[in-house]
C-alpha cells in the first residue's frame, strides 16, 4: 500500500498490511549532540525507513513576519521580538530547549488587534504559500502520501488568541471582556476558512488540524463551560463548512491533561487528538473505551520510557498494541525525545516499533 492509503484505511478502521511506521519522530537539539558521541552520524541519519507524510504547518503564521529585533542581550540571554511580534527572553544555552520568558505581545489593545489582523493575517496564498502557489497545490492532487495542514499556531480558538495577548491577558478577557474574546474568534475562523477554502480550490486535504495547547498537567488552561460557550460554536463552524468542501478527518493537538475538554472537541467533530502527554494522566486506550471509533488518536507513548531501557519500552508498546490491532490509532511518542534518552534505546524503540506496527510483537 502507498503511505497515503495506509493512513486512511487506518483512520477509517480499513484492512492495511501494516501501521504507519516513525510518524512524529523527533528530538531536541540536545539529544542530538548527546547521540552524536553515542554513533549517530547526522550526515546519514538514523536509517529506519518512516513512512512519508506530507505535513504544512507553516501557511497561517502572520504574514509578513515581524522582523527580528535584539532588544538586549547579555553574557547568558538574549531578549528579542520574534517572528509573530512577541518579545521573548531566551537562554543563549540551549535556547531551542529550555522554557523562555514571554516579555509582551503584540496584541494589548482592541485596536492592536485591528492593525494586527489587517496587516498580518490576510488569506493572500501567494505570499503564504509562494507566487506559485496554484502550481504547488495541483500538484497534491497525484501524491502518495497523507496531505495534513495544520493551522499550527495560529489554528485554534485559544492557542491562536494566546499568541496575540498572552495566556494572563486572555484567561482574564473572558470576564472582563468578553465580547473582544468572540470578535478575535470570529475573525480566526473566517481566516481559516478563507485560507483552506481558497486551497481546497486547486487540491483536496486528508486532514485539517488545529492547534491549542491549552492543557497543564493537571488540566485544561479554560474549563469546559468555557471552551463550550466560546469556542464550540467556532469550531463547528470551521469544521462544518470543511466538511461541505469534502475534508472528513479533523485534528487537533494539545499538550497537558485535556481531559475535560474532550466531549467539547468531539461534540464540534474534531475526530483526531494527540499527542495524549502520558505523564499528565492522559491514557490512548481509556479515551478509546470512552469515545469510542469515532475518536482517532495519534501518538500516546510515554516517551520517558525510552530513557529508562527496552524492558519499560516493551511494555509501553504492549500498552497501545490493541488500539494498533483495532484501527483508528497510529503509534508515536507523546513528544519530542529529550537529552536523558540514549541513542540505543532510541534505536531498540525504532525496531521494536517495526514489529509492533507489522503484527509481530
Known amino acids: 500500500m502507498t503511505s497515503r492509503e495506509r493512513f486512511l484505511n487506518v483512520m477509517n478502521y480499513q484492512p492495511v498490511d501494516r501501521n504507519l511506521y516513525g510518524m512524529w519522530i ?7 549532540q548527546r547521540w552524536e558521541t553515542e554513533g549517530y552520524d547526522p550526515a546519514v541519519g538514523h536509517g529506519f525507513a518512516i513512512d512519508p507524510v506530507l505535513w504544512y504547518g507553516g501557511w497561517f ?22 517572528h509573530e511580534g512577541i518579545l521573548m527572553r531566551e537562554r543563549k544555552d540551549n535556547r531551542y530547549s529550555s522554557m523562555p520568558q514571554f516579555l509582551r505581545f503584540p496584541v494589548e489593545t482592541r485596536e492592536d488587534f485591528h492593525q494586527f489582523w489587517a496587516t498580518r ?12 502557489y496554484v502550481q504547488q497545490l495541483t500538484a497534491l492532487r497525484d501524491r502518495q502520501a497523507p496531505l495534513i495542514v495544520v493551522a499550527d499556531r495560529w489554528g485554534g480558538f485559544f492557542g491562536g488568541l494566546r499568541n496575540m495577548t498572552g495566556v494572563e491577558r486572555l484567561c482574564t478577557l473572558f470576564y472582563d471582556d468578553p465580547a473582544f474574546v468572540e470578535e478575535m474568534m470570529d475573525a480566526t475562523a473566517d481566516f481559516l476558512i478563507a485560507v483552506m477554502d481558497q486551497i481546497l480550490d486547486y487540491t483536496d486535504v486528508d486532514v485539517f488540524g488545529f492547534w491549542e495547547d491549552m492543557g497543564f498537567k493537571t488540566g485544561p488552561l479554560l474549563g469546559p463551560e468555557m471552551a463550550r460557550k466560546y469556542m464550540l460554536p467556532r469550531y463547528k463552524r470551521v469544521v462544518d463548512h470543511l466538511m461541505a468542501r469534502g475534508v472528513k478527518l479533523f485534528s487537533l493537538d494539545s499538550d497537558g491533561d485535556i481531559t475535560k475538554l474532550l466531549p467539547v472537541w468531539v461534540d464540534a467533530g474534531i475526530n483526531i487528538l494527540y499527542p495524549f502527554e502520558v505523564q499528565c494522566g492522559m491514557d490512548v486506550n481509556a479515551v478509546r473505551r470512552e469515545f469510542g471509533r469515532d475518536l482517532r488518536m495519534w501518538c500516546g507513548i510515554d516517551k520517558r520510557a525510552l530513557a529508562i531501557g527496552p524492558e519499560a519500552i516493551d511494555v509501553e508498546l504492549r500498552r497501545v498494541q490493541p488500539l494498533v490491532q483495532e484501527g483508528g490509532y497510529i503509534p508515536g511518542l507523546d513528544h519530542s525525545m529529550p537529552p536523558d534518552i540514549p541513542y540505543a534505546n532510541f534505536r531498540y524503540f525504532m525496531e521494536r516499533l517495526w514489529e509492533l506496527v507489522n503484527g509481530r510483537l
Open 26 to 32: 523527533g528530538w531536541w537539539p540536545e539529544t542530538q
Open 61 to 82: 503564521f502572520p504574514n509578513p513576519p515581524f522582523a527580528y529585533e535584539v532588544v538586549e542581550e547579555t553574557d547568558t540571554t538574549i531578549t528579542y521580538i520574534n
Open 121 to 132: 493575517m490576510q488569506p493572500d496564498l501567494a505570499a503564504r504559500i509562494g507566487a506559485d
